[in-house]
C-alpha cells in the first residue's frame, strides 16, 4: 500500500482527494499539512512542515505556491517522491523543483486530469496542420471566483504545447486594450475568466480564412484533478530522481 502525505490537507481538493484515497484500498493517507492543525479527518493534520514525521512513500501536494519552497524543502530532506499540483508558482520555484528533482522523484503538472493531457496532445497535433496554413490561436479559459492566479497552470500548459509545436515562434498576449493594430500572426491571445462556481473551462481556438477549429475541456467536479493526482503518487512512489509530469503517468 502506497503511504502519502496530503498538503492543503484542509483545502478545497485536499478534502477531495481525502475522499478518493478513503475508498481506495491500495493507497492511505498518513498525515496532512496545513495552515491550522485538525482532528476532524481521520489523520492528523499538522500546521508546519516540522511537525509531521510520519514516514510516506510520496507528497501529493494541493496547498498554495508559497507554500511550496517549504515543500520542496522537506521533500528532497526526507528524500520523499513529491506530486506537486499547486498552480501560480514563480519562474524562481520552477527551477527549484528542477534542481530538486535531481536528488527526488517530482511530478509536477498544472493540470492532474486525464482529459486535460490527452488536450495537450491535441493541441499540439493540431497546431502543427494549422499554424504554417495561416490559422490563429486563442486560449480561453473560466474558474471559480476563488481562483487566485491567472491565467490558469493549464492555459499556461496549452500555450507552451502551441508554442512547441510551432517551434517556439510564438508569443503571448494577455490584454489588447491599449493597442490599435491588427492581430499579428505569431500571437497567442491569452484570456482568463472568473466567477461562481465554476470548476474549470479550457478552450482553444483555431481561427482560420472561412473555419473556426475549437478544441475544449470541461472539468464538473474537482474529483477529475483528485483521481490523476492519486494516480501520479501512485506512479511516483517507485520511481528515482527526475522530473516527471502527467504524460509519464498515462503513457
Known amino acids: 500500500m502506497v503511504s502519502v502525505i496530503l498538503t492543503g490537507a484542509l483545502g478545497h481538493m485536499g478534502r477531495v482527494v481525502a475522499e478518493i484515497v478513503e475508498a481506495d484500498p491500495n493507497i492511505q493517507?498518513?498525515?496532512?499539512?496545513?495552515?491550522?492543525?485538525?482532528?476532524?479527518?481521520?489523520?492528523?493534520?499538522?500546521?508546519?512542515?516540522?511537525?509531521?514525521?510520519?514516514?510516506?512513500?510520496?507528497?501529493?501536494?494541493?496547498?498554495?505556491?508559497?507554500?511550496?519552497?517549504?515543500?520542496?524543502?522537506?521533500?528532497?530532506?526526507?528524500?520523499?517522491?513529491?506530486?506537486?499540483?499547486?498552480?501560480?508558482?514563480?519562474?524562481?520555484?520552477?527551477?527549484?523543483?528542477r534542481e530538486a528533482s535531481e536528488q527526488v522523484a517530482i511530478l509536477r503538472s498544472g493540470n492532474m486530469s486525464l482529459g486535460i493531457n490527452l488536450l495537450l496532445k491535441l493541441v499540439k497535433q493540431a497546431t502543427e496542420v494549422l499554424n504554417p496554413a495561416g490559422f490563429d490561436t486563442e486560449i480561453m479559459e473560466m474558474h471559480h471566483k476563488r481562483k487566485v492566479d491567472a491565467p490558469s497552470g493549464t492555459a499556461l500548459m496549452l500555450a507552451d504545447a502551441v508554442k512547441e509545436a510551432a517551434d517556439g515562434k510564438m508569443d503571448l498576449c494577455y490584454d489588447r486594450s491599449d493597442r490599435h493594430d491588427p492581430r499579428p500572426a505569431n500571437e497567442i491571445g491569452m484570456s482568463a475568466l472568473r466567477g461562481g462556481t465554476v470548476v474549470g473551462v479550457h478552450n482553444v481556438i483555431f481561427a482560420g480564412n472561412d473555419e473556426v477549429i475549437e478544441i475544449k475541456h470541461t472539468a464538473y467536479s474537482r474529483a477529475v484533478f483528485a483521481k490523476g493526482a492519486v494516480q501520479a503518487a501512485k506512479f511516483l512512489a517507485a520511481k528515482g530522481p527526475g522530473l516527471y509530469d502527467m504524460s509519464d503517468v498515462i503513457g
Open 29 to 97: 493517507i498518513v498525515a496532512g499539512i496545513d495552515i491550522k492543525d485538525s482532528d476532524e479527518l481521520s489523520f492528523p493534520v499538522y500546521d508546519s512542515f516540522d511537525k509531521c514525521s510520519e514516514p510516506a512513500d510520496a507528497i501529493i501536494d494541493f496547498s498554495s505556491a508559497k507554500a511550496v519552497n517549504l515543500l520542496v524543502a522537506y521533500g528532497t530532506e526526507r528524500n520523499i517522491p513529491m506530486v506537486i499540483c499547486t498552480t501560480g508558482l514563480t519562474d524562481e520555484q520552477v527551477a527549484m523543483i
